[in-house]
């Protein structure tokens, strides 16, 4: 009879569409028809004996070790997210329980598990697509953000070009520039100061739109949530001007384990939604604000707040629905439902308060990074003690390597080539450099190609590469960044950085 029993419960396993697979003390003793198929792992009888963690993605190991090696002794088990190692490096996602039984008179576990892998895929691509509407909406309000920095950049630089031009062909071009009344030094001094505000603003704008294109490369670690807010209001500041103020209380907050690009998209989706929900023209009533904040737990909290419209009590069970809208065909409905998806998945949550008539909050909640741990703060470098470094540079691009020559020729000795391969012949001709800033991605020879030369050929140096990028990475590009120690900075370059590590690399022998 139990004989009947044990043959009637591995048929059924047997049958089913869902993943089965027991195991007795880590090693395998059954795996049904479906996961042996879904994985392509050849004969079942190649699976018996083996041991499970070899059936998982490295990533799952607290979670094979906490539920599936040893699941607590329970009868209400909650199910969780389990990727399973198929044949050829693909990977299968699954919901997945496991449970404590007894099979042919042992004790043993069986894990049960659902495919979700498609839907997970199908999620991603979403995601995706949300995310190229929404710059696609945005990217006229960037321009036009960008616009304005630009012009009085343009401006006050001609002004200055102009004025030294007219100095610099006279006789006596100091007095010639102090000359013209109300228009002397101070007045050039400041409208320089203003074109590199200017410049300024425009690098983070550009940095900011940076933010939301890198979407692409599945890409996590632990990101300033902050940062990432407030790229997301700059992003939708030109939804919002015209209809609220927007106020910001952006206390620091410990980084997330998040890929930044589509976390910057749920907090664009929440912030449009608030500018939405309020009536145009009347900015000076109305107001949107933003929070961030570490709560008790731990936990980093971002608030979107709006003084709109407020959401009836018989939709607020509706609003994360995809294709829930009232907004009629100019919404799709897809932008809170992508959002919890994507705020669930890193095992956070988002909470909606609402009061028709008086506003709406959306209240976003996220694990810190497991990795966390707070940086002591950096010790500051004081320039002036700077002994002469040697400083290469290398970038395709010639106005960039002048530029930045320019900038370090007061402190430092400076040489500048636009191709890797003549900085390469210079360090085999026995040049000695202290420092080498080197542009990433260059035609013939890249900084990637240049730092594998040096390895061989003068190692020490290899070390002192330090590289620079316009933010577009390749995927190798990003791969090898990961695996080397070498810094690696953002065009446009912050001068202050850039001269604060090359008197840091002075301190270095
Ligand atoms: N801050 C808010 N105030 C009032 N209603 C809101 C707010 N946020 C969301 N809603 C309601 O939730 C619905 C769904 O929002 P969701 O962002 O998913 O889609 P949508 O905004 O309608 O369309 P899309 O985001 O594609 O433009 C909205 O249509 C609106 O009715
Ligand atoms: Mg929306």
């Not at 920095?149 to 004025?163: G, S």
């Not at 995927?475 to 953002?490: H, S, Y």
């Amino acid at each position: 009879m139990l004989n009947r029993l044990h043959a009637n419960f591995r048929a059924v396993l047997e049958l089913s569409s869902e993943f089965a697979m027991v195991h007795r003390h880590g090693r395998i003793v059954f795996a049904n028809a479906a996961l042996v198929r879904a994985l392509g792992l050849g004969t079942r009888d190649d699976l018996i004996g083996t041991p499970v963690v070899d059936l998982y993605d490295d990533e799952n190991l607290e979670v094979v070790e906490a539920r599936v090696l040893a699941p607590p002794d329970s009868t209400s088990l909650p199910s969780f997210g389990l990727r399973w190692r198929a044949k050829g490096g693909a990977f299968r996602t699954t919901e997945a329980t496991a449970a404590r039984i007894e099979m042919d008179g042992a004790p043993a576990v069986i894990v049960l598990a659902r495919d979700v892998t498609e839907r997970a895929e199908f999620q991603d691509r979403l995601l995706e697509r949300d995310r190229m509407a929404a710059i696609g909406t945005l990217s006229a309000g960037v321009a036009h953000e960008i616009n304005n920095p630009l012009t009085y950049l343009l401006v006050n630089l001609e002004h200055v070009l102009r004025r030294l031009r007219a100095a610099s062909a006279s006789d006596d071009p100091i007095a010639e520039l102090d000359d013209v009344a109300g228009d002397g030094m101070p007045v050039l001094v400041q409208a320089l100061q203003q074109a590199v505000d200017g410049a300024n603003k425009v690098r983070q704008i550009v940095r900011d739109l940076l933010t939301f294109s890198q979407g692409s490369v599945e890409q996590r670690g632990g990101v300033d949530v902050r940062g990432i807010v407030e790229s997301a209001t700059q992003m939708a500041w030109h939804e919002i001007r015209h209809r609220a103020r927007l106020v910001k209380s952006l206390s620091e907050v410990p980084p997330v384990d998040a890929n930044e690009a589509r976390l910057g998209q749920v907090f664009l989706n929440l912030l449009v939604n608030a500018a939405q929900a309020i009536p145009e023209g009347r900015a000076d009533q109305h107001e949107v604000r933003v929070i961030t904040r570490t709560n008790e737990h731990g936990s980093v909290v971002v608030e979107v707040s709006d003084t709109g419209m407020g959401i009836p009590p018989e939709n607020l069970s509706r609003i994360f629905d995809p294709f829930f809208t009232t907004k009629g065909a100019t919404g799709t409905g897809l932008g809170l439902a992508i959002s919890h998806g994507a705020i669930r998945s890193l095992g956070g949550d988002i909470k909606v308060t609402s009061v028709p008539g008086r506003g709406t909050t959306f209240q976003v909640t996220l694990p810190p990074s497991k990795s966390w741990r707070r940086a002591a703060p950096s010790s500051s470098h004081d320039l002036r003690t700077q002994v002469r470094r040697r400083v290469l540079i290398v970038d395709d691009e010639p106005l960039v390597g002048e530029a930045i020559a320019r900038a370090l020729s007061e402190e430092n000795d400076v040489e500048v080539v636009t191709e890797a391969k003549q900085a390469l012949a210079r360090v085999q001709k026995g040049a000695v450099y202290d420092i080498v800033l080197c542009d990433l991605m260059m035609p013939v020879m890249t900084g990637m190609d240049l730092y594998a030369e040096l390895v061989r050929a003068a190692p020490k140096l290899a070390g002192r590469l330090v590289f620079m990028t316009g933010g577009a990475f390749t995927p190798r590009a990003r791969a090898f960044l990961e695996n080397v120690v070498n810094p690696c900075l953002e065009k446009p370059l912050d001068t202050s950085k850039l001269r604060s590590i090359v008197a840091r690399a002075a301190s270095k022998d």
